[in-house]
């Protein structure tokens, strides 16, 4: 079945470390997303990437970077930098020319805790 | 800029009353109107979407959507609610013909259906 696989679904980073959240979608598109959801904020756009080899910020991009070498895949590196990381994060995907019938895709997400 | 307010945090309806959930938008030129669902721990699930056409959007699991222009809304309705309709419902927009830019979502509306 085609979808979007996040891994892993639970994570637990210890203070002043990297992690890193795994996106991969076997649906052929060509744009990913990484949200942060936090309670009672909606969603909000960490980064973003139209096609492979480029990405762009969105409106919280500080303390996270990501890669896009392949079309498939969109991790997303948490990093040190980012003071409060604790929050559910959400991967997206949509083909070039917007969302066919269905609306963007969305894998089933990975809460990501500090200890 | 795009934007989405929804303007209840939390709604409660009995079993088997209509139900609607409110969301009104911002966009630039025409838009291009979700809505999704989340249950707990889980990704967005994908309802309904407006691009074009009759205002009346039908969409997944008996819900319906009602855009208007004037009043630059998208509201939610189901016409009897379900126990099983509880869950956090989100409004998204994008501008129509932008492609893959990222959806704008709103803060998203619990709905509690009490039995």
């Known amino acids: 079945d085609g979808g979007i696989t996040q891994s892993p679904k639970y994570l637990f980073r210890k203070e002043g470390q990297n992690v890193t959240l795994s996106c991969e979608q076997n649906?052929?598109?060509?744009?990913m997303y990484w949200y942060r959801q936090d309670p009672g904020q909606g969603l909000r756009l960490i980064y973003y990437?139209?096609?492979?080899?480029?990405?762009q910020k969105g409106d919280i991009a500080e303390g996270y970077s990501v890669s896009r070498e392949k079309k498939e895949s969109f991790p997303l590196t948490v990093t040190s930098a980012q003071k409060n990381p604790t929050a559910f994060y959400l991967c997206?995907?949509?083909?070039?020319?917007?969302?066919?019938?269905?609306?963007?895709?969305f894998g089933s997400g990975t809460r990501l805790t500090v200890v | 800029a795009q934007s989405v307010a929804q303007p209840e945090d939390q709604v409660n309806v009995a079993e088997g009353n209509p139900l609607t959930v409110k969301c009104t938008y911002s966009?630039?030129?025409?838009?291009?109107l979700f809505w999704y669902v989340q249950y707990p721990n889980r990704g967005l699930q994908f309802l309904l979407k407006?691009?074009?056409?009759?205002?009346l959007v039908k969409g997944s699991y008996g819900f319906e959507a009602e855009f208007n222009k004037s009043q630059t809304s998208f509201h939610l309705k189901k016409p009897s609610a379900l126990v099983s309709d509880s869950a956090l419902y989100f409004c998204?927009?994008?501008?129509?013909?932008?492609?893959?830019?990222?959806?704008?979502f709103g803060k998203g509306t619990r709905l509690s259906v009490i039995a």
């Open positions: 997206a995907s949509t083909p070039l020319t917007g969302p066919g019938d269905y609306g963007d895709t």
């Open positions: 649906l052929n598109h060509d744009a």
């Open positions: 990437s139209q096609i492979v080899n480029d990405f």
């Open positions: 966009v630039s030129g025409n838009p291009y």
């Open positions: 407006y691009i074009t056409g009759d205002n």
């Open positions: 998204a927009v994008r501008a129509l013909n932008s492609g893959n830019t990222p959806l704008v």
